[in-house]
């Protein structure tokens, strides 16, 4: 499992590499993984989910729940 979480964390960072700029207000309800974690977002935990990954973000009191489908496809929902 933390070889996958590691590998996952890698796509992730290739995918923030090769997001536009772009800034994501915390006050937003919806965001882009790339762009969360070019904030300084960190990935807390991942899970499977059929043929995608729940991923978890957070960074201080904010939090993420992000569906991750691929480099370039994730929807990212607030939490709290």
Do not use: H, W
Not at 15 to 34: F, L, R
């Amino acid at each position: 499992m933390r070889s996958g979480l590691l590998a996952l964390a890698v796509v992730t960072f290739a995918a923030g590499a090769m997001a536009q700029d772009s800034d994501v207000s915390t006050s937003n309800s919806s965001a882009d993984m790339a762009q969360l974690i070019e904030q300084g977002y960190e990935i807390k935990a991942a899970a499977p989910n059929g043929t995608k990954f729940v991923v978890f973000l957070q960074k201080e009191k904010s939090a993420y729940a992000c569906e991750f489908a691929s480099v370039t496809s994730s929807r990212c929902r607030t939490i709290n």
